[in-house]
């Protein structure tokens, strides 16, 4: 179904409590108020993030009160046993616990305090007020005067007025200020960051003020930094060079892991990370920070620096640190390398280097599977429920010790013969010995802990019944130099039960359909409230430019001269591109 025409958009005709030209936007259980001019930042395209969120917090609320003596009741959820044994060493009796349920301000002492730095109209903020139970206090800031009084009237408009408090500061100092005024006992369980664009700007605050133990949930949408745009911007935001590769929505997920890590052990904090996600055009990480000397001193073991081969896509990982056991003590080291020579042992070119990133495992399984389990008994919670419970059950199905992964067809375009069938490929790595899973992040990717080498003896194997004619292939191109090698190891095609994975056999969306035109990030907010259509037409004017071919030099008007921009054009009117658009640009910049 289009999410926009999933939402519910209600004029002030039928809404009371409106102002002339506003409109609802419906979400989950919040009713939001937004003005006519969209002077404040919504994507509905994201409402799976919303969703998930909500669903994560859930759990995380459900843990961490548990210990408390504090159940929670979640609607449409049939009671789940949660056990809490007595601490007394003689104790077996189960103690009573205290009910928490939504809409409902937790009034003991353990209650969750929340944070949403970035909050634009609230409408996150509302829906946790009004689907997460336990907790205690919101607070929704932002730093925009008409969000923030927006966040207050919607607080209002649904009756969580009690629970969320809203507020205008920078988030840069935001989680800092509270944390100074009401010392280390007052520090948010939760802190949700989701700006537009990169988030470095307020890690260093939030694994600060997050509480011990507490739940860091940020987003980054500048995938084009992560993925290897520019590496040079990444490296200066993250501490970490991106490279432009088919593993590229994975690696973006372990470079912010990465930088959170670094930024919380400044502080003798560490990370771990419970769910990770790449979904659309943005990655999604759920974190717990906890604080530790001792393990602070192992973060070097969990970092590495990355060779890629730009002719193959063979990869290989570096540990930046190690450790080794001393009897009752740790002793830890540099690490020693390079793990590779100067150039590919398989194609002969030359190696990029990227990273560090984070080579740990990216999620916690039993959280994961507590997430899934109260989702898929729950459908009737959130709308995106179905795609929830399809990207989860990957996540469960992927190797956890196997840091990122290959992409079938790139490798098969690589020596130019035909893709083998995902089911055959994956049962000739089972029939070798080694293990493989699918990647929630790539609907063709390849995880698996067999080395390069086994691979392209896979292909090559399977190039010989399909076979590529040779004659047209550069002596010194990957194909041609991987093809020339014969197969240390002779696969088998032969399809293996275990090689379909129960994701895929119960046909669950995994990798949705793109869900309406232009579904990207939109524009973004103005300093003063607003939002900036420039970029919104432009994406517009060249959509599917590639897929519609210029046939005609005439279609050529309909499209800047760059020359023109820079000044150097000396065509004239006789240029057979425009320079009206230019002029038209220049003077709404001006205006």
């Excluded at 789940?80 to 205290?98: A, H, M, W």
């Excluded at 590779?340 to 398989?346: K, M």
């Excluded at 005439?554 to 820079?566: D, E, N």
């Amino acid at each position: 179904m289009n999410l926009l025409s999933a939402l519910t958009v209600t004029t002030s005709s039928t809404e009371p409590g409106l102002l002339p030209g506003e409109t609802v936007v419906r979400e989950g259980k919040a009713a939001i108020l937004f003005p006519s001019a969209n002077e404040v930042f919504y994507n509905p395209v994201q409402e799976f993030n919303r969703d998930l969120t909500c669903a994560v917090i859930t759990e995380f609320a459900r843990e961490q009160l548990a210990q408390r003596g504090i159940r929670i009741l979640v609607p449409g959820e049939k009671d789940r046993v949660v056990v809490r044994l007595s601490e007394e060493k003689n104790g077996t009796e189960d103690q009573e616990f205290i009910t928490a349920s939504v809409g409902e301000r937790c009034e003991v002492c353990q209650g969750l305090r929340v944070l949403e730095g970035l909050a634009a109209s609230g409408l996150r903020s509302v829906r946790f007020a009004l689907e997460v139970p336990g907790l205690k206090s919101i607070t929704a800031n932002d730093y925009s005067a008409k969000a923030a009084a927006l966040i207050s009237r919607n607080a209002q408009h649904n009756n969580v007025s009690h629970i969320l408090q809203a507020s205008q500061r920078d988030a840069r100092s935001e989680h800092k200020l509270h944390c100074l005024a009401r010392g280390k006992k007052e520090r948010y369980d939760v802190i949700d960051l989701d700006p537009y664009g990169s988030p470095s700007p307020f890690l260093d605050a939030a694994v600060q003020a997050v509480s011990e133990g507490g739940l860091l949930c940020i987003t980054c949408t500048d995938m084009a930094v992560m993925a290897g745009n520019s590496g040079e911007t990444c490296y200066s935001k993250y501490g970490s060079m991106s490279i432009k590769s088919r593993y590229c929505h994975e690696m973006a997920l372990r470079i912010i892991l990465h930088s959170l890590d670094q930024r919380a052990a400044v502080y003798q904090r560490y990370i771990e990370p419970l769910l990770s996600v790449s979904v659309d055009f943005y990655i999604r990480v759920f974190v717990r920070v906890k604080t530790g000397q001792a393990v602070v001193k192992n973060s070097a073991s969990k970092h590495a620096l990355l060779y890629n081969c730009v002719g193959c896509g063979a990869f290989h990982l570096q540990r930046m640190g190690k450790k080794m056991s001393q009897g009752k003590h740790m002793k830890y080291s540099a690490a020693t390398g390079p793990p590779v020579g100067p150039n590919c042992e398989h194609c002969r070119q030359r190696h990029q280097l990227g990273g560090p990133i984070w080579a740990e495992p990216i999620h916690d399984m039993k959280f994961v599977q507590k997430v899934l389990g109260a989702v898929s008994v729950n459908p009737t919670r959130f709308r995106t429920s179905k795609r929830i419970e399809g990207v989860l059950s990957m996540v469960t199905e992927e190797l956890q010790d196997v840091p990122l992964y290959y992409v079938l067809d790139h490798l098969s375009s690589t020596v130019h013969c035909n893709t083998p069938p995902m089911l055959q490929f994956r049962s000739a790595l089972l029939h070798a010995g080694y293990r493989v899973s699918l990647s929630h992040a790539c609907k063709n990717a390849v995880k698996t802990d067999a080395p390069a080498g086994v691979l392209w003896d896979i292909i090559r194997c399977w190039e010989k019944s399909n076979p590529v004619k040779r004659e047209r292939l550069s002596e010194t191109s990957p194909a041609h130099r991987i093809l020339s090698a014969e197969p240390a190891l002779q696969a088998c095609f032969e399809i293996r039960e275990d090689a379909n994975p129960q994701s895929r056999k119960r046909h669950l969306t995994r990798f949705q359909e793109n869900p309406q035109a232009n579904w990207g990030p939109k524009a973004r907010a103005k300093a003063g409230g607003g939002i900036s259509s420039e970029l919104e037409d432009k994406r517009k004017q060249f959509q599917g430019k590639r897929k519609k071919p210029i046939t005609d030099s005439s279609q050529l008007k309909s499209l800047p001269c760059k020359k023109f921009r820079k000044g150097t054009c000396t065509y004239g009117d006789k240029c057979c591109y425009s320079h009206e658009l230019e002029q038209e640009t220049n003077e709404k910049k001006m205006d």
